[in-house]
């Protein structure tokens, strides 16, 4: 079946619908739809599919399409829901179940017949871009893959639902948090609806803000609306009973000026007269004691549990000296199994492109930030007295991706998407990529990989040998199997030879080219993109950061690529 998605931009459910449907042996290629109808009709009539899959389409699909070519889309919400903010409304309105529905493309947005749905639950807490990432990606592919089935089969007719309920775009007034009035409870509902985009537009310290993530506090209390602390980046704001962490903050754009873009909120209120810094009450069990921290360390048995949570999966140098202190830290301990990684949604995506971006010198920041993940890589790599384990619940990218790589093994959820290139961003690489990538899937592989940049599932990721065990669980259960896998590890007979062995192999390795030397091969190429204005990193970080759409779908896209294995 030759089938072509068709995507307002290549996002991560757009990548795991390509990569799955590969997987399964269909030709696949993709189209975003930029331009105007004419330039998206004459598109498909090139690639001339058997099937249009559209997994995340914000415009309408064009008559002169639909009606000539069968046309899939995958809707957000159950059978009969239909409207722009379908997931924003079911956090918003805290729903605990939610659907998502593949239908055909009629002329009215979302009232096409059905060809297959699923449903699924809404776990406490979550935001809606991780759920999006999670559950939703997990139900949207079951749903996708059994209405192919189901087309393919030539014997299915779609049934339309007896009635639909059209609701409208979730505006920014629906969204605003009244601090005066509005709970703790209500206000992470509301920041959790718009995370991570388009955030809660508010006003405080005298500036329109966009708000984005939000987490509880157990413990500070203050007036409505009053910045109580900052932590790590976050800011805490008191609600009428009790207060919230908020991560991260977008200045409105002014009318006529450039596009904006989140950055740490605490960075962002720089010179605004924000409170001091509040340090959690660290301990060795919990780092928190309950309060927000974006890196926490736990013990279970003889195995170290390192686990960071970074908006966007995006690490910036504070962020990653932070997570390499706590890390060193966790080497002191007496454990036999350091596990690292999220609890649940993006494991990495390298360095942080926002903060970079705002920096004075983007130039020496990119360097800062790449040497603050180079040393992290390194103290993994160096680690010689128990086991490393990284854990991925969820995708990661670049420099991300790689620094999974420099665990002994790389422990992934079947629905998480890999994407172990740098290409796209203009960028050589760092993170030790040319030792750790080779090493696990040869140098051809490697090279094809890093050239080729098409996103991998879990499953293809397993078989090239990129990840050692993949995960069969729901993001939910994440946590609870890596804790099983990683206790059941560390109790094995054999983990005093697989000590020995592995130090044995980085001594051999050490000896036959330092990590020293591919540090600085990796760097100077790096520092030569850095240093050179005219190199499209940085244009096309630009356009990263501020979502400026390409001009066109990029070629590696457009051409149907065959399965990664
Ligand atoms: N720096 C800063 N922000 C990043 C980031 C990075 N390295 N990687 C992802 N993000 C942000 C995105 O801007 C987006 O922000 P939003 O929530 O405000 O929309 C959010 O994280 C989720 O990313 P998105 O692109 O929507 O997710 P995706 O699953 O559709 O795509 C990637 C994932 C990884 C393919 C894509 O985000 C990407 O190419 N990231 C850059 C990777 C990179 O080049 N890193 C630098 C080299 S080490």
Redesign the pocket.
């Known amino acids: 079946m030759r089938i072509l998605l068709l995507a307002s931009?290549y996002?991560?459910l757009t990548?795991r619908v390509h990569a799955e449907l590969r997987d399964r042996g269909h030709p696949v290629a993709v189209e975003l739809a930029l331009g105007d109808g004419r330039h998206l009709t004459e598109a498909v009539r090139r690639h001339a599919p058997d099937l249009l899959i559209a997994p995340m389409l914000t415009t309408a699909v064009p008559e002169e399409v639909w009606s000539r070519y069968p046309c899939l889309i995958v809707h957000p919400g159950p059978p009969g829901d239909r409207g722009p903010s379908s997931l924003d409304r079911a956090v918003q309105e805290g729903r605990d179940r939610w659907g998502v529905t593949v239908l055909q493309a009629v002329a009215e947005m979302d009232a096409g017949p059905v060809w297959a749905s699923a449903e699924f639950p809404v776990p406490p807490g979550v935001g809606k871009?991780d759920l999006y990432?999670g559950e939703l990606a997990d139900a949207a592919l079951k749903a996708v893959l059994l209405a192919v089935d189901r087309f393919t089969s030539g014997t299915y007719t779609p049934v339309t639902p007896p009635s639909h309920t059209w609701q409208p775009y979730l505006t920014q007034a629906e969204r605003r948090i009244d601090w005066h009035t509005d709970p703790t409870e209500t206000v992470l509902r509301k920041l959790r609806a718009a995370d991570?985009?388009p955030g809660v537009l508010d006003t405080f310290l005298g500036t329109e803000w966009y708000l984005h993530g939000g987490h509880p506090e157990p413990h500070l209390k203050g007036a409505p609306g009053e910045l109580l602390a900052t932590r790590h980046g976050a800011i805490c704001r008191a609600t009428t009973d009790g207060a919230v962490w908020i991560p991260e903050l977008r200045p409105k754009r002014v009318p006529g000026g450039p596009a904006t873009f989140?950055l740490p909120a605490q960075p962002a209120l720089e010179g605004r007269g924000e409170p001091r810094e509040k340090p959690p009450t660290t301990r060795t069990k919990s780092t928190t004691g309950g309060s927000y921290s974006d890196i926490t360390y736990e013990e279970k048995g003889t195995v170290g549990h390192l686990t960071f949570r970074f908006?966007?999966?995006?690490m910036s140098t504070a962020q990653c000296r932070r997570l390499l202190t706590a890390y060193r830290h966790a080497r002191t301990r007496p454990t036999d199994v350091i596990v690292l990684g999220a609890k649940r949604d993006f494991f990495s995506?390298?360095?942080?492109?926002?903060v970079i971006e705002a920096a004075p010198d983007p130039a020496a920041e990119s360097l800062a930030n790449i040497e603050a993940i180079d040393d992290l890589v390194e103290e993994i790599l160096t680690t010689t007295d128990r086991l490393v384990i990284t854990a991925l619940p969820g995708?990661s990218?670049?420099?991300?991706t790689m620094l999974a790589l420099a665990a002994d093994e790389v422990w992934c959820r079947r629905g998480a998407v890999l994407?172990p290139h740098?290409r796209?961003?203009g960028?050589y690489g760092s993170e030790y990529w040319t030792y750790t990538l080779p090493r696990k899937v040869g140098p051809a592989l490697a090279a094809r990989l890093t050239e080729e940049a098409q996103p991998l599932t879990a499953t293809t990721a397993h078989s090239l040998g990129l990840v050692d065990r993949v995960i069969d669980c729901t993001p939910t259960e994440f946590a609870h199997e890596i804790t099983r896998t990683a206790d059941h590890l560390a109790r094995s007979a054999n983990l005093p030879a697989r000590l020995g062995a592995k130090k044995a192999a980085r001594e051999r390795d050490e000896a036959v080219r330092p990590l020293s030397a591919y540090r600085a091969a990796e760097l100077e190429r790096m520092r030569a993109v850095f240093d050179d204005p005219a190199a499209p990193y940085h244009a096309l970080r630009s356009a990263?950061?501020r979502?400026r759409r390409p001009d066109g779908t990029p070629d590696h896209l457009r051409t149907e690529c065959p399965n990664g294995a």
Not at 311 to 314: I, S, V
Not at 397 to 400: I, L
């Open positions: 931009a996002n991560s990548q871009s990432r991570s985009q989140k908006p966007g999966g995006a995506n390298g360095i942080h492109l926002n995708n990218a670049a420099g991300g994407n740098y796209l961003m960028l990263f950061v979502k």
